[in-house]
């Protein structure tokens, strides 16, 4: 075995787990190498683009377009993207709104995999690739509902209640009845992080052939309040295609929130 391509493999697997980045010298004393082999490993990761290297007093790496274009590739092959893309792509073309779709990153944050972009006037400013807090979405929270709430009150705190975007969400209390009233219309219905005023989201979580959660999808829109039955609308349209990527998955039941 090639022990340098070994060592890359560490690093670049050392620097993806760490959100806010690396110094040579956390590297070097992580994983127990020499100063001189991780800088001739980082500089050729960096080099070709699979590292980033961020200027400072001390620089910091974080993971480069390379290395996200790698992932995306391999989530191409997967069934998660066949069984989905289709499904998002024609619900951007039915509803012209923008679609999103999300997958659980750690335990309590999520990361968009997917993003289908309408002709709305309101365009959203979250990509492919940004990871974002569970409670301060409406995806998060959809995947929240895919979970007992022995799960949920396993992994959420008291300090993640900071990332909510729901001022109405502030404890476990109002977070478990937000998600019951998920799983009785079917999805979720959430403010959108962006400070645009009327804006909103629908979400609903997708199923595995287990009945696990594998992600979540959701459609942005522009609230408006002549015409309160759009939302309805538009929300029975998330739990359906959230379905039908299920299904394509092996999910078993006819609606998301089987017992």
Request: charged letters at 20%.
């Amino acid at each position: 075995m090639n022990n340098t391509v070994i060592k890359a493999f560490e690093i670049l697997k050392l620097v993806s787990q760490n959100k806010s980045g690396l110094t040579l010298a956390q590297i070097t004393r992580s994983l127990n190498l020499s100063k001189s082999t991780a800088f001739n490993i980082v500089h050729t990761l960096t080099n070709v683009g699979l590292l980033t290297m961020e200027e400072g007093q001390l620089p910091v790496y974080r993971m480069g377009i390379e290395s996200l274009k790698l992932g995306l590739a391999y989530l191409r092959e997967t069934s998660l993207d066949t069984a989905a893309r289709p499904v998002l792509s024609r619900l951007c073309r039915d509803v012209q709104e923008t679609v999103f779709m999300a997958v659980r990153c750690g335990m309590t944050d999520l990361v968009y995999i997917m993003k289908f972009i309408s002709d709305s006037e309101f365009q959203t400013v979250y990509s492919v690739g940004d990871v974002r807090p569970m409670l301060s979405l409406g995806m998060g929270k959809a995947m929240l509902s895919a979970m007992t709430d022995e799960e949920i009150r396993s992994i959420i705190t008291p300090e993640h209640f900071s990332f909510s975007n729901q001022p109405s969400i502030s404890d476990m209390n109002s977070l478990l009845e937000y998600i019951h009233n998920t799983r009785n219309i079917g999805y979720a219905i959430d403010d959108t992080s962006e400070n645009i005023y009327f804006a909103g989201t629908v979400a609903a979580p997708v199923l595995d052939i287990d009945n696990h959660l594998a992600g979540a999808i959701s459609i942005v829109f522009i609230r408006d309040p002549r015409n309160i039955d759009r939302v309805q609308l538009l929300g029975q349209k998330v739990s359906q295609a959230a379905l039908e990527i299920s299904q394509g998955l092996g999910y078993m039941h006819s609606n998301l929130y089987s017992t």
